[in-house]
């Protein structure tokens, strides 16, 4: 468990808690049905570096700015860590890519949430900043919560 201000370019496993503060909307992107990996469309094909042509589906992406009162982070959450964040099915996920308009319910009703991520940190070059990437998220137990920041305090 770290804060924000104290991560370091690749930190794995690593938990933090905090605030969401701001949101993005919801991109996607095409991925192979077999691995689940990104794939490129190239000759009116989808093609899959390790399966070849493929089918595909769409899976989403969301990036959000997360506060810890230590710091702020650029957090990115894919395809069912999306569902968590969203609280919604992949089917509610997936109808966003085609009614944008839709998402800004949901962005205000996370605006505000908090929550632990585990994860890693990455550099992301093009934009010059470290970022947090999604592995888990849960909700946070209020009371859980200050149980442990009276411990920490005592110790």
């Known amino acids: 468990k770290k804060s924000i201000s104290s991560l370091l370019e690749n930190d794995n496993n690593i938990s933090i808690t905090g605030t969401i503060v701001q949101v993005f909307d919801p991109k996607f992107y095409p991925t192979c049905i077999n691995c689940g990996k990104k794939v490129e469309f190239s000759e009116g094909n989808y093609i899959c570096k390790e399966h070849g042509k493929v089918n595909h589906e769409f899976s989403p992406i969301l990036n959000f700015f997360f506060d810890d009162g230590t710091d702020s982070i650029r957090v990115v959450a894919f395809k069912n860590q999306v569902e968590r964040i969203l609280n919604i099915s992949s089917e509610q996920v997936l109808a ?16 505000g949430k908090q929550i632990e991520i585990i994860g890693r940190v990455n550099n992301n070059e093009m934009m010059q900043r470290k970022e947090f990437l999604v592995r888990s998220i849960s909700q ?3 009371m859980q919560l200050a149980k442990q920041i009276v411990e920490e305090i005592q110790i």
């Open 96 to 111: 966003i890519k085609d009614n944008p308009a839709s998402f800004e319910a949901l962005k205000s009703s996370i605006l």
């Open 140 to 142: 946070l137990n209020p």
